[in-house]
């Protein structure tokens, strides 16, 4: 197969659903491949290294970027949204925001959190302890993060399921699209999210008062950092926990070992990181004309960076397209290589907690069931970038207790 039709294959419905053959070709015949002449599809685990650790050579695409590519994206609220976030931000521009969220989402802020998000794991996970029940898991498991999210934002529990549509519209605008008005639905989301956080955050949540103590940050920014950290705290998240859920359906033992084995569960989390990523792409532009593995990168070129394929790069992993759930529980295993989070000055700054959250949300799951089967086809978003489920439903056998 073709580069062209190796592209082709990768944004098809069967594609999307399952890309992983794909980046196994690329991988092996084209690690750094020109798209165009000023876009290019990195998916070689150490020509994507290079990228992340070089955030002057290859920064994220900022305003002034999109002043560039698309001058009019100002004046579309999903656009002007995104780009006033983080994700979208590069030093010193994101140094007020991005030092606030490491505080509060370092490892002693979020051991802090620990009883809230088991509060939260347990409401999740309790339909599961019904005597072989079907469980939609993408509306019980995969949604513990909406809870999490918005207790730390103060918004209302019950508006969780009509967040997460609004989330769902917004994270249209992160789909690898210029913005243009077929994206109708992502700026009407983007305005319901702005409105709805203006009128319900409360002002006293942690996260909210957090980012809100900065006198640096600007009214617009601090509502564009909250949407895009409830969007990435809750999408991200909950595509870990439903990719879990189906490696636990394939592999049943495992679930009186997640009981007991802290070391197995890190593992096990860091494994379904690094075997199904909730995030495939990330982008970077090329600040000046370079190269990568001998390949030309003009100046101004739109590098997309595979965090999905990364983790498949067998020069890296050994066996990458197999499931090995303890593949990270000895402390020479490597975990430190599992990128899904991203690297360096753009690492998730939510990281810790979402890591955090799978291995209690997988425990209170593994203490409830002693077996679990996929009941139907898993469907997920039909999309590029993110991995959501919409629907996943499963059997249950409940622990027996006698």
């Known amino acids: 197969m073709g580069p062209h039709d190796l592209l082709l294959g990768l944004l098809s419905p069967a594609g999307r659903v399952d890309p992983y053959p794909y980046h196994r070709e690329l991988i092996e015949r084209w690690p750094v491949l020109p798209i165009t002449r000023e876009r290019l599809l990195v998916t070689g685990y150490q020509e994507c ?18 002043d560039r590519l698309w001058p009019a994206w100002r004046t579309f609220p999903s656009t002007d949204l995104l780009y006033r976030s983080l994700l979208f931000r590069n030093a010193p521009g994101n140094q007020p925001a991005r030092r606030l969220l490491a505080r509060f989402f370092g490892p002693d802020e979020v051991a802090r959190m620990r009883p809230m998000i088991t509060r939260h794991a347990e409401a999740g ?3 599961f302890g019904v005597s072989h029940a079907v469980v939609d898991a993408a509306r019980t498991f995969t949604t513990i ?92 998240t909950g595509s870990l926990l439903g990719t879990g859920v189906r490696r636990l359906a394939a592999h049943n033992d495992l679930l009186p070992r997640l009981r007991e084995d802290d070391a197995l569960l890190r593992s096990f989390v860091q494994e379904t990181l690094r075997y199904d990523p909730p995030i495939q792409y990330g982008v970077r532009v090329a ?75 997988f425990r209170q799951l593994a203490a409830r069931v002693d077996a679990i089967t996929e009941a139907g086809r898993p469907e997920r978003q039909a999309r590029a970038v993110t991995r959501k489920y919409t629907k996943l439903a499963v059997e249950v056998v409940p622990v027996s207790h006698a």
Not at 58 to 63: C, N, Q
Not at 181 to 209: C, F, I, Q, S, Y
Not at 306 to 334: E, H, I, M, N, Q
């Open 287 to 361: 600040a000046e004309d370079t190269e990568l593995a001998g390949v030309p990168v003009p100046r101004d070129s739109v590098v997309l960076v595979g965090f999905g394929a990364l983790g498949r790069d067998p020069v890296r992993f050994a066996d990458p397209d197999v499931f090995v759930a303890d593949r990270f529980a000895t402390p020479k295993s490597g975990v430190r290589d599992v990128l899904s989070f991203g690297l360096g000055a753009h690492r998730c700054a939510g990281a810790e907690l979402a890591l955090v959250t799978s291995e209690i949300a």
């Open 49 to 66: 290294v290079d990228v992340l650790v070089n955030p002057r050579l290859f920064p994220v695409p900022d305003g002034h970027c999109a």
């Open 125 to 127: 996970t309790a339909p």
């Open 145 to 236: 993060p909406d809870g999490i999210m918005g207790e730390l934002l103060g918004l209302p529990r019950h508006d969780d399921e009509m967040l997460a549509g609004w989330v769902d519209g917004f994270l249209e605008r992160n789909e690898l699209h210029p913005p243009d008005k077929a994206l109708a639905v992502a700026d009407e989301a983007a305005t319901r999210l702005v409105d709805h956080l203006n009128a319900t955050a409360a002002g006293e949540a942690p996260l909210v008062r957090a980012l809100a103590g900065h006198d640096r940050l600007s009214a617009g920014d601090l509502m564009s950092n909250l949407v895009f950290l409830l969007g990435a705290g809750t999408v991200t």
